[in-house]
């Protein structure tokens, strides 16, 4: 007899979850069964209509933002030097001519690099720079415009296409002229990723070559000579973190946390430097390196021990970065970010983030610590910056959760024992 109970009971919860769980999927098989129907493609030719529209809609929008750019001002860092400057397919030229005769030509230069100047001709400047082309055609216009005065000046910069791709927001082919650089490009795709690279970026160039570009140093210090200017054709390729390389996990301030590269004899100080950790909300003195050996966790603190030069980092390394704020998370009304408050406590903080005391068990409330890694339990738990307050569940939330699970049980019982399956006393 114990043994039917227990089955009874075993088949009466599953059938409960089953029925919590499968409901939907059930109604539709018994409409399904019992009204026999055509099968309706009309549902499938919309969404494609749609994805083809929303496609054509981006598409246009991409081209108009393009044309825009390509009828504003270019921005440029210094004025175009006519010595290294070279002149190419689609740069756009004013031909100035006073005296006897006056007049302005605009000469583009054509895709085959050529300059069709009036009653000169065609001239060749492919692979020329600024200085060499405007030497070359007054040569050769001078003879034909006898007592006048002529100068060529360049108007309108080039534009072509430069692919960025890899770990970048955006990945795509974007539109740049000859002053931008490998920076540009790369704000132009929307940033780098959380698991860029950023110090070994590549220009791979047409011709085959390949220059390496370190990101995190030109932000950190502002160190141009690696930024070149780009070309026609270039890819700008953004690489992922390496998995097999030595990683450090940066914690407690959320703008900077996550999982970082390290480079070779990397210290902590030139660590958090090129990633840029340092803001109004950190405060050097509170930063704190744990290292698991093989028997404990060793803790540093590099600069309140004045050794933030001297500590190399290794693979598996935690580096804390306590900030002005606390995180509030779990069973509270508005989980989320609130800025520190000297002597608040885990209940401090639930009741700003809205904690409900019915739902939330504020006597198991959890604090983990930022700065140690170890966990403090109840709501007289001290707060400090960098920490993370959890609200769990309380006992009658997870009741309710249970609530019609258990009453299906119990009514499978009553059934079962009226219909004699469970016997009386």
């Known amino acids: 007899m114990k043994k039917t109970i227990c089955i009874i009971l075993f088949m009466s919860f599953i059938s409960c979850l089953r029925a919590q769980v499968f409901d939907d999927e059930r109604e539709w098989q018994r409409q399904s069964e019992t009204t026999p ?13 749609a994805k083809k529209e929303e496609f054509n809609d981006l598409k246009l929008k991409q081209e108009t933002e393009l044309r825009q750019k390509m009828l504003q001002a270019t921005a440029l860092e210094k004025a175009v030097d006519p010595q290294s400057y070279v002149v ?49 055609v007054y040569d050769k216009a001078k003879p034909h415009y006898q007592n006048c005065e002529i100068s060529l000046i360049l108007t309108t910069l080039r534009s072509f296409r430069v692919h960025v791709v890899g770990e970048v927001e955006y990945p795509g082919t974007y539109l740049a002229n000859p002053t931008e650089r490998i920076s540009d490009l790369i704000g132009e795709a929307g940033g780098v990723t959380d698991w860029a690279n950023k110090v070994a970026i590549e220009l791979r160039k047409v011709t085959g070559d390949t220059l390496l570009f370190n990101f995190a140093e030109f932000e950190s210090d502002g160190e141009i000579d690696g930024n070149v200017l780009v070309s026609g054709g270039d890819v700008v390729f953004v690489p992922p973190i390496s998995l097999t390389s030595d990683k450090v996990y940066v914690d407690g301030d959320f703008k900077v946390g996550g999982l970082y590269q390290v480079l070779d004899n990397e210290t902590v100080h030139a660590f958090l430097s090129r990633i840029r950790a340092f803001n109004k909300n950190a405060n050097p003195m509170d930063v704190v390196v744990l290292r698991k050996t093989d028997k404990t966790i060793k803790t540093f603190k590099p600069y309140l021990e004045q050794n933030a030069d001297i500590i190399i980092l290794k693979n598996g390394d935690r580096v804390v970065i306590p900030s002005a704020y606390v995180y509030v998370k779990g069973s509270v009304q508005f989980p989320g970010t609130y800025p520190y408050v000297a002597s608040f406590t885990a209940k401090d903080y639930a009741g700003m983030a809205g904690g409900n005391y019915y739902s939330g068990n504020i006597k198991k409330v959890k604090v983990y610590q930022a700065k140690t890694g170890k966990t403090r339990r109840g709501p007289d738990a001290l707060v400090e910056p960098g920490d993370v307050v959890d609200m769990p569940k309380a006992w009658n939330e997870e009741l309710r959760n249970w609530g019609p699970v258990l009453s299906a049980i119990a009514s499978s019982v009553i059934a079962a024992k009226a219909i004699g399956l469970i016997g009386g006393e």
């Open 37 to 49: 129907r055509a099968i309706d493609f009309s549902k499938m030719f919309e969404d494609e209509k």
């Open 88 to 136: 190419g397919p689609g740069d756009i030229f004013t031909l100035n001519i006073w005296g006897a005769l006056e007049m302005q030509l605009p000469i583009p230069v054509s895709p085959e690099g050529v300059l069709s100047v009036p009653s000169v001709g065609e001239i060749d400047i492919r692979k020329m720079t600024l200085a060499d082309v405007k030497k070359r």
